[in-house]
């Protein structure tokens, strides 16, 4: 009798040992009631959700913002879960308040404002009408790719310079691939290919944390490295980390070529091993700011590189993975405590202190919309990887 309890005692604890950390249908449903919450406050199209005020009222954006895709991004992404009608008549509405912007030429994020919000409503509806807005929006995107600078173009300019490419511009590249399957016209896959060889190529420094702004001459050649967001030109900018690592991991599994395998574990490997990541793994805004441990933390890099470890833990080898895996869960956990998340109240978003541009005084140690949409994001990829282990 001793044996057999014995036995079943450490059946018992390896299974508990095995449970999922995190309660992702509790999760997702109260991140579902905020975001009906929100619908409430936000009846008119024109203006978007995007963080909170210093008095607390809602900070609201315009359509042409590169943040207005995640708001209904997140709506269909929670109904995908919930399968609730409230839900998906909101991000029907939000996502259709969006088809302007696939016109719009001046801006590299189309990539965020339509593939979050139309690309999850044709994935999940296959709305015929959604297909030729993303088509148009990606054609849109590809004119701000000149190919004797070979990379797509960020802003207009930054400073004195006149073609700046920043490490976020990865993220849109996905909305490209899934353009060129779509419409069988390769050009939009093999410019952003070379985009994103001449981004590893020169945005990163040889410890593999990137630089944020890279300012380019007329013919490609590099003029300065510079950061607008992060605490210095030579720090690491917590976004930027999470962006790079995110979007080499989509370049992994859109080609499968190897380059984008190694540099998205490099990344990885600088960003979950770097001396200043704090215990409960929601980073410092910068790697590099100044008055760390005193300086503000930011949720929606955690979010992001969550996100991103979760799928990279599938490419790599077995004992990698479950480092990964590992990391992004006991980072799931943090961010699902009332530490950073907010099941009631904090305007109705879900995350709370994340940190959008510090050095400008902007969005510091707030919710922003899309802190929110990686954490969902993150929590659905969580599910199906646990999903897939059980089986």
């Known amino acids: 009798m001793n044996r057999i309890f014995i036995v079943l005692l ?3 604890n ?19 009631q905020q975001y009906k919450g929100m619908l409430k406050e936000f009846q008119d199209t024109k203006y978007f959700p995007q963080s909170v005020n210093k008095d607390g009222s809602y900070k609201k954006k315009t359509s042409e913002w590169w943040c207005t895709g995640f708001f209904s991004g997140s709506l269909w992404n929670l109904y995908d879960y919930t399968k609730d009608q409230e839900l998906k008549s909101g991000a029907i509405k939000w996502t259709e308040a969006l088809e302007k912007e696939q016109y719009n030429k ?4 189309l990539g965020f404002m339509l593939y979050c919000s139309y690309g ?3 994935r999940l509806t296959k709305n015929e009408a959604y297909k030729p807005i993303l088509l148009q929006g990606a054609e849109s995107l590809s004119t701000r790719f000149d190919p004797k600078v070979g990379v797509i173009k960020s802003w207009e300019n ?8 920043i490490i976020d ?3 849109n590249l996905e909305f490209l691939f899934w353009a060129s399957k779509v419409s069988g016209n390769n050009k939009y896959r093999d410019l952003s290919i070379v985009h994103a060889d001449n981004t590893l190529k020169n945005h ?3 410890d593999n944390s990137s ?3 890279i300012a380019y001459d007329s013919v490609g050649n590099v003029l300065a490295k510079k950061t607008a967001q992060g605490a210095a030109d030579n720090s690491a900018w917590a976004r930027g980390q999470a962006w790079g690592l995110y979007g080499y991991t989509v370049m992994y599994r859109e080609t499968k070529q190897k380059r984008y395998l190694d540099q998205a574990v490099k990344i990885a490997n600088f960003y979950i091993n770097h001396p200043n990541m704090p215990k409960d793994k929601v980073p410092y805004w910068d790697f590099n700011a100044p008055d760390i441990p005193n300086e503000e933390r930011d949720a929606s890099a955690a979010a992001i590189s969550a996100s991103a470890l979760l799928e990279l833990s599938k490419y790599v080898k077995k004992d990698l993975g479950k480092k990964y895996n590992s990391f992004a869960e006991d980072v799931l956990v943090s961010l699902s405590s009332p530490e950073y998340f907010a099941a009631s109240g904090n305007n109705n978003f879900i995350l709370k202190h994340s940190t959008g541009h510090k050095p400008a005084k902007s969005e510091i140690d707030t919710p922003i919309i899309y802190a929110d949409y990686y954490y969902i994001e993150a929590l659905l990829r969580y599910q199906a990887l646990n999903k897939t282990k059980a089986k």
Request: charged share 20%; glycine share 4%; net charge positive.
């Open 10 to 12: 450490i059946f018992a």
């Open 14 to 32: 390896l299974s508990s040992f095995a449970q999922p950390k995190v309660n992702v249908d509790k999760q997702l449903k109260l991140s579902a």
């Open 106 to 109: 001046g801006t590299h994020d």
């Open 120 to 122: 999850n409503g044709y």
């Open 158 to 165: 930054f400073k004195e310079f006149k073609y700046p490419v």
């Open 169 to 171: 511009n990865m993220m």
């Open 204 to 206: 990163f420094r040889p």
């Open 211 to 213: 630089y944020h702004v």
